[in-house]
């Protein structure tokens, strides 16, 4: 069954612009209240939300769906994604909603769903509530209607768990730390999460106003964070996204060090220590094929998934694996977490940090990455891979690459994009690769 509304990460789009309206959001919220109505007990459904102008709106619209159908609704406020699956499954209750569209811009928004267990659904779930969505929903009696109230002290809950997964015995003194929270949903909590571990922070990003979540500023625009980190003697910045779970790093120098670095270190580290099982880590297609000839010299295994968290976690379960992620910074530990949680990722770097005593630049240098480029091609409707001029021009790049190296073109499952990935050995011939197949998809488009 085709999807209509779900993307591989939830639903998102241009707020205001079908289907991210607040129609959506109510049919949404009656949709997955009426797919999780399962037993006789009183069913709640926890919210949180990134900064959004737009926020409130969607916030509003799903509380109307979710009580209308007879879901008891819980309010977060601006809280991580991480926290709100967190807190799903710490609230005992049947659903969890994130009201975010992550790195995008603040025009955008979106809706992520994660089911009793923390995790977010399945395939399976998700058309479901598609299928629900085309039908009249069953609205309850008048005294059924479900009741809605914020609780304040979720942002100490997440604080508290955040800070929990820190090793016990260390301590973040005397170590300086620039935090970027992109004006998003950690703006508070992040900050707040290293000072109480002793951290000297330098904030940025902390002061969203509805409209500059991630705006020059996060894990997708860390030019601010490079310069401060350089400008104020830091040890080490870190960069969320507008929904915190993802993670930047910027090492002293103010060189920046993606996911695939970070999965390094953390998988090798908690090889050395016993604690990593599974042999080996999940990443997805795009990741680096150094980290995989890194993690082969040490006798571990890199596991390809599809684009997407939600899959990475998937194979990471499948296989028995706690340690996964992509290279955007999406890092998914499973002793702590059902999603990627940026902060908790950044913890377990700074324990690296303080327990080996060496400069980040050094510590977060795991491999040398093989020349790789991503471009993404924007396109207006159609299917430009299914083009038989695209196709020749893709056959004759695999041909190309043949034994040095890889090629990795997908449509955006969030956006109107097609996104062309090569890696090799020969950089020239990687750039010259990703030219062609964008020139052709654009031609195409």
Not at 78 to 99: F, K, N
Request: with cysteine; glycine share 12%.
């Amino acid at each position: 069954m085709a999807r209509k509304f779900f993307g591989t990460d939830g639903i998102r789009g241009r707020t205001n612009v079908a289907p991210m309206t607040a129609e959506t959001a109510l049919r949404v919220g009656q949709a997955a209240g009426a797919h999780f109505l399962r037993g006789v007990h009183r069913h709640r459904v926890v919210i949180g939300k990134d900064t959004r102008l737009s926020g409130y709106m969607m916030e509003s619209a799903m509380v109307a769906g979710f009580t209308s159908v007879g879901m008891d609704v819980v309010l977060l406020g601006p809280m991580p994604t991480p926290a709100v699956a967190m807190l799903t499954r710490e609230m005992r209750a049947d659903l969890g909603v994130m009201i975010s569209a992550s790195h995008n811009a603040f025009e955008d928004n979106g809706i992520k769903l994660f089911g009793p267990d923390g995790y977010k659904l399945s395939d399976a779930d998700e058309l479901a509530i598609e299928a629900l969505l085309d039908s009249t929903p069953t609205l309850v009696a008048s005294d059924k209607i479900g009741r809605a109230k914020r609780i304040d002290d979720a942002r100490g809950r997440y604080i508290h768990f955040v800070k929990d997964t820190f090793p016990h015995d260390l301590r973040l003194d005397g170590l300086k730390v620039v935090i970027d929270c992109a004006n998003g949903a950690g703006y508070s909590v992040a900050p707040e999460a290293l000072w109480e571990l002793g951290a000297d922070i330098v904030p940025l990003g902390t002061r969203p106003d509805g409209t500059n979540i991630n705006a020059g500023c996060g894990s997708t625009a860390p030019g601010l964070l490079q310069e401060t980190v350089a400008a104020s003697g830091a040890h080490i910045g870190l960069a969320l996204d507008g929904d915190a779970d993802r993670l930047i790093v910027v090492d002293e120098t103010g060189a920046i060090v993606d996911g695939d670095q970070l999965m390094a270190l953390i998988a090798i580290g908690q090889a050395k220590s016993g604690m990593l099982r599974g042999g080996g880590l999940v990443a997805t297609v795009m990741s680096n094929l150094g980290l995989e000839r890194r993690l082969e010299g040490e006798g571990l295994a890199l596991h390809r998934s599809a684009v997407g968290d939600r899959y990475v976690l998937e194979m990471m379960r499948d296989k028995g694996i706690n340690v996964g992620g992509e290279q955007s910074g999406h890092i998914i530990l499973a002793d702590h977490a059902t999603t990627g949680d940026g902060l908790v990722a950044g913890l377990q770097i700074l324990a690296e940090l303080v327990r080996s005593g060496r400069p980040a630049s050094d510590l977060l240098h795991q491999f040398d990455p093989v020349p790789q480029l991503l471009r993404n091609v924007r396109y207006s409707g159609g299917a430009p891979l299914d083009d038989p001029a695209v196709k020749a021009v893709i056959a004759d790049a695999e041909a190309a690459l043949h034994g040095k190296g890889r090629l990795v073109i997908r449509k955006s499952g969030t956006e109107p994009l097609i996104r062309v990935m090569a890696e090799g050995d020969d950089g020239a011939q990687v750039e010259a690769v990703v030219a062609r197949i964008c020139d052709a998809v654009a031609a195409s488009a």
